[in-house]
């Protein structure tokens, strides 16, 4: 090989090592809790999901326009799954993301007030390129206090059209009132969160509950032998 074609390969090993390496710190800052992947997905089990759709979404197109995107459905539906796993193609493509659960975020910033860190606190969800929102409805947690729902405004509104926000829910539009205490300023985080938005309804069965009729009933093939 001539040493201008062992430097350049040396050259390229060394780039895409930075690459990966770039790409694991965009995963680890994300706090994604696990690593989903589309392929992992059985687009056949779940027939109330378009998958020519959710692989043309995989392109994060909508992300360059700045749009967001609502998964929402029962629970055991696939939003979670699909949801990590375009958080994990956005870290691949380099861009800053972030995951957390409504809860989770709620709890940090309803305690960030009482040391004055809020306006800290909210950048860490403001400034993502891709923010994941997950389980929206899932906790009732929130409830317990009004001014969650001005929280989670001042996260939607902070993001809106700067940034592409991911969320999955198992409640629907008009249960956000109740479910974060305050119908009021959750008209106007409707508002901005619809009007630019892809949505996605995913009607169909539970993969968990398919999983556990699956166990049972190979456990009961196993008590007959």
């Known amino acids: 090989m001539a040493p201008t074609e062992l430097l350049e390969r040396l050259l390229a090993i060394e780039a895409n090592a930075l690459i990966e390496r770039r790409i694991e710190r965009r995963i680890r800052d994300s706090k994604l809790p696990e690593r989903k992947l589309l392929s992992d997905f059985d687009f056949e089990f779940q027939t109330g999901l378009d998958k020519a759709q959710i692989m043309e979404l995989a392109k994060l197109d ?14 055991g539906t696939g939003k979670s799954h699909i949801a990590k796993a375009l958080l994990i193609i956005g870290c691949r493509q380099l861009y800053r993301c972030r995951y957390t659960t409504a809860a989770a975020m709620l709890t940090e910033l309803m305690a960030s007030r009482a040391d004055d ?5 909210l950048r860490q969800y403001t400034s993502p390129d891709i923010l994941l ?3 929206v409805g899932f906790d009732r ?3 317990q206090d009004a001014r969650n729902a001005s929280l989670f405004f001042k996260v939607v509104d902070g993001r809106y059209c700067k940034g592409s926000t991911i ?6 539009f008009a249960e956000l009132g109740d479910y974060l205490g305050d119908p009021v300023i959750t008209t106007a985080i409707v508002d901005r969160m619809v009007h630019h938005s892809i949505i996605i309804s995913i009607q169909g069965p539970s993969w968990r509950m398919h999983e556990s009729k699956k166990l049972n009933a190979q456990a009961r093939k196993s008590k007959k032998k």
């Open 117 to 121: 860190s809020l306006h800290r606190k």
């Open 141 to 143: 947690l929130e409830q």
């Open 62 to 75: 909508f992300v360059g326009r700045k749009q967001g995107l609502i998964l929402a459905g029962d629970s």
């Open 133 to 135: 929102i997950d389980e």
């Open 167 to 172: 969320l999955t829910s198992n409640i629907g």
